[in-house]
């Protein structure tokens, strides 16, 4: 990955360039950065000219959540993910529901300290299922996660990227490769969106997602939180809808989920729950087989159904699982359709609880 030197922890994905600057190869920003200055990220810095990843080892918290949270509803239900992330986000979007962290310029938010053999060792002793690099993005940390994510392996445990997908062709098969499962968060189908809101670009995403469709055995789902006024028309929908059939297939399960007013865009309203079920349609209408609503308590919008025969699958009523009707790991009790996606015998008994956890 990197090495550790008295400056830090020297990162992945950079080339110098002329005066003492580094281009940053990681993300489509592609930050070219005198001495000490920082990337848009905040967390990569051209120190004593080297990139330094000034978060590897360093934390924001760490906590034992339901799979579900992710969200990710075809990922071993009901079972429990260590959760966790740093600072910074290489994004700067204005109804960002995690800015604390992400947009954090505090180093004193970093709390915990933990190296990546300690992690896996912790989720080994909980008895947690996966890990997951989530609440600010882990491409921007994308050294540590990787690390992380060999330690896991190493012991038996998955793990789970929650990322924008903002990425490099150059980096992009190196993180995705180390991971079981990611939830993508495509924010919109309009660069318009991207460039006003998100300060990025819409392309990279879509790539991303091509990509893990056709170049990886990752399993993968999409969320886009729905913002009245910005992203949930019915064209846009619509077109989202069709090139997610087309290109990435019927079975990626696609979770449209509420906004609340936050950070910059406190003056937006809540997201309606009419309109997360007329986006639930409008997919469903599309041909997409597993697409659900989230933020709102919405048990027929929260359950996976069989994409053939209609046969209720997985009850879930927030983060609780109710009935279950799959055989064989995977296949609808009814008509013995395959169900998409990575299951055990038996779903999970975590169940909705948060726990924070310390790692010593």
Not at 7 to 33: F, H, M, N, T, V
Not at 107 to 124: F, M, Q, V
Not at 185 to 207: E, H, N
């Amino acid at each position: 990955m990197g090495d550790a030197n008295p400056k830090g922890y020297i990162g992945r994905y950079w080339k110098k360039q002329e005066a003492g600057r580094l281009l940053c190869e990681l993300c489509p920003r592609y930050c070219s950065l005198q001495e000490g200055q920082r990337g848009f990220c905040f967390v990569r810095q051209n120190i004593g000219g080297e990139m330094i990843l000034t978060t590897y080892g360093r934390s924001s918290g760490f906590c034992i959540d339901p799979i579900e949270k992710k969200p990710l509803h075809h990922f071993y239900p009901g079972t429990s993910v260590l959760s966790f992330g740093t600072a910074g986000c290489n994004l700067g979007c204005k109804f960002c529901q995690n800015w604390h962290i992400s947009k954090s310029r505090e180093w004193d938010r970093l709390t915990d300290e933990a190296s990546p053999e300690a992690i896996a060792r912790c989720a080994k002793e909980t008895n947690c299922k996966s890990v997951a690099f989530t609440y600010n993005d882990p491409v921007i940390f994308a050294e540590y996660a990787m690390d992380i994510a060999d330690a896991c392996h190493a012991l038996g445990i998955k793990t789970v990227a929650v990322t924008a997908g903002y990425i490099t062709d150059k980096a992009r098969a190196d993180f995705l490769g180390k991971m079981d499962a990611a939830n993508v968060d495509l924010k919109a189908f309009s660069d318009d969106f991207y460039r006003k809101i998100s300060s990025g670009a819409l392309q990279p995403v879509l790539d991303t997602l091509v990509y893990l469709k056709r170049e990886t055995k990752v399993w993968f789902e999409i969320t886009t939180l729905l913002i009245p006024g910005e992203n949930d028309s019915d064209h846009e929908l619509h077109a989202m809808s069709e090139w997610i059939a087309e290109d990435l297939g019927m079975e990626v399960p696609l979770h449209f989920s509420a906004f609340h007013p936050d950070f910059q865009m406190t003056d937006h309203p809540a997201t309606p729950p009419a309109t997360l079920k007329r986006a639930r349609d409008i997919a469903i209408s599309k041909g997409l087989k597993h697409v659900y609503t989230g933020n709102v308590h919405d048990p027929q919008g929260g359950s996976t159904y069989c994409g053939t025969c209609g046969q209720l699958l997985i009850e879930r009523d927030w983060y609780e699982l109710g009935a279950y009707h799959l055989k064989n790991k995977n296949q609808c009790r009814q008509c013995g359709a395959v169900c998409a996606g990575e299951f055990d015998e038996c779903p999970g008994i975590w169940g909705s609880k948060r726990m924070p956890v310390r790692i010593n």
